[in-house]
């Protein structure tokens, strides 16, 4: 009995801890909503996002409000995949951010989302990429300008950027600055003998996971004897995904966390190895 009853509070537990979720299909009345929350959506995008790219578009919109708490909301657009093949959820205020874990599942799109801020309300739009150069441009790994000599056999030094939004734009020179405070050390010259750096580009809506098997696989036709990996903020998530891959963590014999606050000595010590 005693035993019974602690399984009944251990599944009760478990209930409770289960993620609230918002099912609802674009421009209908939502299928399943959780005490306090409210949904509002529509067939209608906006044509103002100033993240979207040539070939992107909003199909749809919603508007999320809920109580104060501590946990996520769990959302599923009911047949969200016929209107974005390829989706990806903007979440709009002040400035606007990927939700990086929205994806297809089946027929629907789900993502978790934070719950708005002071009980208040979020802005979401549905984007399809289905057609947008961006998502065409595969990652890749860009070489250090300032390294134009060929690899060799030296130690590949791959640089993770924390990219908020796509980078196509930017000149290529301009997606170093985050790791300024290794490329502006006096030792990074000498570096340069015994390792050939690199930086990981990627369409930053892609997910951690399938950008950090998209890293291994370039590293694999890389082909380099050795690597070394630095990643600057969210870039770390990328970097805990690629050595996931046996293949790939074998070979690296270096794996760093950057911040405005690295010393560059520490930088150097761990990659003079």
Request: hydrophobic share 45%; aromatic share 4%; proline share 10%.
């Amino acid at each position: 009995m005693i035993f019974r009853l602690a399984m009944l509070v251990a599944l009760a537990g478990m209930a409770a801890a289960v993620t609230p979720e918002v099912a609802v299909r674009l421009g209908e009345s939502p299928a399943s909503v959780p005490d306090g929350v409210s949904v509002t959506s529509s067939t209608r995008g906006s044509d103002r996002l100033e993240c979207l790219r040539e070939g992107e578009w909003s199909v749809g919109s919603l508007e999320v409000g809920a109580p104060a708490g501590d946990g996520p909301l769990a959302l599923r657009i009911l047949g969200g995949a016929s209107l974005a093949p390829v989706p990806a959820l903007v979440r709009c205020g002040e400035r606007e951010t990927y939700v990086r874990n929205a994806h297809r599942e089946g027929a629907d799109v789900v993502a978790r989302l934070p719950r708005p801020a002071a009980g208040g309300h979020d802005h979401y739009e549905l984007v399809d990429l289905s057609s947008s150069v961006e998502w065409k441009v595969e990652p890749e790994l860009l070489p250090d300008p300032r390294d134009t000599d060929p690899p060799g056999n030296r130690r590949a030094l791959v640089l993770i950027p924390a990219d908020d939004e796509p980078t196509t734009r930017r000149p290529r020179d301009a997606r170093f600055a985050p790791f300024g405070v290794l490329r502006d050390a006096p030792a990074y010259a000498g570096l340069l003998a015994g390792t050939k750096p690199y930086l990981f580009h990627y369409p930053a809506y892609r997910g951690a996971i399938e950008n950090g098997a998209a890293l291994a696989r370039l590293l694999r036709a890389l082909d380099a004897p050795r690597v070394a990996l630095i990643a600057h903020g969210n870039g770390a998530a990328i970097l805990r995904h690629a050595l996931e891959i046996p293949a790939l963590k074998r070979r690296v014999d270096a794996a760093l966390t950057l911040s405005p606050s690295t010393p560059p000595a520490l930088l150097e010590s761990a990659l003079g190895r």
